[in-house]
């Protein structure tokens, strides 16, 4: 059996501001309690906006960009390229160490990263970029529209790393759309997201035998299966409607462990999106036994899902993570 070590391993562990980490969850203690504004069925409060740091940043980057750079990483807002999802992949060809960027544009990038990540998440994904691509120059990045003439969105992608800041158009989504977290390093208790499985099995560890037994599944689905089905769809593993009072309060927490490395406003309106779609009562969590490393049943690979929340996990033989929290359109 290998040891729970607190977050992702002795390994890693200097590189996680733990007080941060702590006042993060702490911050984020009150989000459950929001209730969604709802106004003619869409959500208007508890969201990013054009006027967030990060987008503000984004609108500088936009405004330094040359005429040639606008050619190569600017594109219509309803690009098809905004709607793929991918752990590796790049969304345009110049990454931000090529000469193609200049020291400001770099600066600015790192600026974003930072303004829609928690101080913990920023930490966590900097090590993350270090040890999968060299560091953040090793990524992508395209702006879709125009900030601040309409819709808008900026996007990084590179190896196991997508990440969004769109002022909230993207309707009722949140994040700007699906995102994606990972990291490279195969041994579990060594990877940067190992915390989370440990988290996450510390609520199959409080289920009882006949819970646990529903819970549990043979094969895991395609790890980029996360399309939203609304309340209309079917979901694998226990409903969350069958918990008792503590087992909902452990829930409730590993929910608010799983969005701390982000913003709290992409973090309140992703809460606000799960209470307008049921809340946790709609909510199924699913452990697959399918690639259990070292065969210790701490299960590597767990979903949650409902109608307007998607997290798989897929922790062996390292991670790639794809959220994908929003309302369908009926």
């Not at 330094?64 to 790049?90: K, Y």
């Not at 993350?128 to 090793?138: F, K, R, V």
């Not at 973090?267 to 909510?283: N, P, R, S, T, Y």
């Amino acid at each position: 059996m290998r040891p729970l070590d607190d977050h992702c391993g002795s390994k890693c562990h200097s590189t996680v501001n733990r007080r941060g980490f702590i006042k993060t969850l702490g911050s984020a203690a009150a989000l459950a309690a929001a209730t969604p504004v709802m106004l003619g069925g869409r959500i208007i409060q508890a969201a990013p906006s054009p006027q967030s740091s990060a987008e503000s940043a984004v609108a500088r980057f936009f405004e330094t960009l040359s005429a040639e750079q606008r050619q190569v990483i600017v594109m219509p807002f309803d690009h098809a390229l905004r709607q793929r999802i991918n752990a590796n992949w790049h969304v345009t060809k110049p990454t931000l160490d090529d000469s193609f960027y200049t020291d400001a544009q770099r600066a600015l990038a790192k600026e974003i990263v930072k303004a829609v990540t928690s101080p913990d998440g920023y930490e966590r994904l900097q090590k993350q970029m270090d040890d999968d691509a060299g560091g953040l120059g090793g990524y992508s990045v395209a702006v879709f529209g125009t900030p601040g003439s309409g819709k808008f969105e900026w996007e990084l992608t590179g190896r196991h790393l997508t990440l969004r800041a769109d002022g909230n158009s993207v309707d009722q989504a949140a994040f700007g759309g699906p995102i994606i977290y990972g990291h490279g390093i195969e041994t579990p208790t060594e990877n940067l997201f190992y915390y989370q499985t440990k988290q996450v099995n510390e609520v199959f560890g409080a289920l009882d035998p006949k819970q646990a037994e529903v819970a549990l599944m043979k094969t895991a689905p395609k790890e980029d299966a996360v399309a939203l089905q609304g309340s209309a769809g079917k979901f694998p593993g226990l409903a969350l409607s069958e918990l008792k009072a503590d087992q909902r309060a452990l829930v409730e927490k590993t929910l608010k462990v799983l969005l701390a490395p982000y913003r709290q406003e992409d973090a309140d309106e992703a809460l606000a999106i799960l209470k307008a779609g049921g809340g946790l009562d709609k909510l199924h969590l699913a452990f697959y036994q399918q690639d259990d490393l070292q065969g210790d049943r701490v299960w590597d690979i767990w979903r949650v899902e409902g109608p307007s929340f998607v997290w798989h996990f897929r922790g062996a033989p390292h991670v790639h993570a794809y959220i994908n929290i929003g309302i369908k359109e009926a």
